[in-house]
């Protein structure tokens, strides 16, 4: 490789670096949005909760009420039946035994008919709960609708992003020695990336630390590629660009 050669792969390097840096960053962003789609997501089925609960009350409330009902009905054909009885007793003593039965059985239904009533009652109240409730709920789909829309619409802009980026990039990167450019593509891969890095005074741009002055040397020579000992990077000079 010639003088110009090095320094010519290196400019493309470099600008192919912009580019892949930027697509590295655009990745992380996307990898983070499911997450995110997921915890909004669970938010507002949590706030769903305190709805569902209230609807559950409210089917207790009915179905305790028919059983009720029922229990009501019941002891009406009771009283049909003994009142009926009552024309065929003979005796005082049976007669006064089922006018007592039938009080007892009206004494029952009192207790009844005053429980299905004050059932109505808790069902006026929690069902305008439930109402006040759905309204909150629809309220806070709102809220989560729109913050979905919002992550799905930033979503779509970094994917048309990298779609762009990945276009420049095959585009520089044509121009790239494919040695060079296959070196690049696997430091980049390994090294979160960012395969190439500038020269900092004698300090690696990706590692932070110290390059030996015998790479250094071999860098202002522009003769090969020079990589940086401790992070295996590719080494520049911005001030040769
Ligand atoms: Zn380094």
Do not use: W
């Amino acid at each position: 490789m010639s003088d110009t050669s090095v320094n010519v792969q290196i400019a493309k390097l470099v600008e192919l670096q912009k580019i892949d840096y930027e697509v590295y960053d655009l990745n992380g962003q996307l990898e983070e949005k499911p997450a995110m789609l997921e915890e909004i997501k669970e938010l507002f089925e949590g706030k769903k909760a305190n709805l569902h609960v209230l609807e559950e009350k409210l089917k207790t409330i009915q179905l305790s009420r028919k059983e009720q009902e029922l229990e009501l009905k019941v002891k009406e054909e009771g009283v049909s039946k003994a009142n009926a009885q009552l024309s065929a007793i003979k005796t005082n003593k049976e007669y006064t035994a089922k006018i007592s039965e039938i009080e007892s059985i009206k004494a029952d239904m009192s207790v009844i008919e005053d429980k299905i009533l004050i059932s109505y009652e808790e069902f006026d109240k929690v069902n305008a709960e439930v109402a006040k409730e759905k309204a909150n709920v629809a309220e806070e789909e709102k809220k989560y609708l729109l913050q979905k829309s919002k992550i799905d619409d930033e979503i779509n802009i970094i994917k048309d992003r990298i779609k762009v980026l990945k276009s420049q990039k095959s585009k520089v990167g044509s121009e790239v020695d494919p040695a060079c450019l296959d070196m690049y593509e696997k430091i980049l891969v390994r090294k979160n990336g960012l395969a190439i890095v500038p020269l900092n005074g004698n300090i690696c741009g990706g590692c932070n630390l110290n390059v030996l002055p015998q790479e250094i040397n071999n860098l202002k020579k522009k003769h090969e590629l020079v990589f940086c000992e401790k992070c295996n990077r590719i080494l520049y000079l911005e001030e040769y660009l």
